[in-house]
């Protein structure tokens, strides 16, 4: 049964399923960065419950929803890259940089798929940065202190590179600049 612009009722609804895909990549960004702010915020407050008793906890157990969360969290940014595949396609099959009221696949999309593709080793970074400060916590608990110079190079890196996002880019940008300005400190 053809449709009154000569498509199949099937061709328009597998167009309106593709539509749909339009906003994933975003909603995967933006899932991503919820996450990561949550598993560090929830660090940040297991840790300061049990200052008085510190030298009682392990750091890496301390340390395991930020890690849960960094690992959780490059899942949305690659599942982030493909997301929105379908309404790519449907755009390019259409030879339209939009279809209805969507987003622009040139403005939007693709400027966040690429922006997802470089978060992704700054993700990497965070991780590592992560993992030698706690490495850095547990030697000095211890007694025996490791060198501070990877720690202090991985972490410097990863708040130039989140300076750099606030500066450069205006989607939260105020979250990377303070962000990025307290790690230098």
Known sequence: MEGDSG???RELLIARKKE???????YCCHAARVLFLFSHGLV?????????????FSWWT?????????ALCSVFIVAAWFASCPYIQLCMSERAACVGDHPSIL???????I???????????????EYALCRLLESRKAGKPVSLPTTTVLTSIVAIL???HGALLKHN???FLIAGTAFCW
Request: net charge negative; proline share 5%.
């Open 173 to 175: 940008s105020a979250l």
């Open 115 to 129: 922006l997802a593709i470089l978060t992704l080793p700054v993700l990497l970074l965070t991780f590592f940065s």
């Open 20 to 26: 749909r895909t339009a906003q994933w990549t975003h």
């Open 162 to 164: 989140a300076i750099c």
């Open 7 to 9: 498509h199949s009722a």
């Open 62 to 70: 301390l340390f395991t929803p930020a890690w849960i969360g960094d």
């Open 44 to 56: 940040v407050v297991i840790v300061s419950t049990h200052l008085e008793q510190l030298d009682q």
């Open 107 to 113: 403005t939007e999309v693709l400027p966040e798929i």
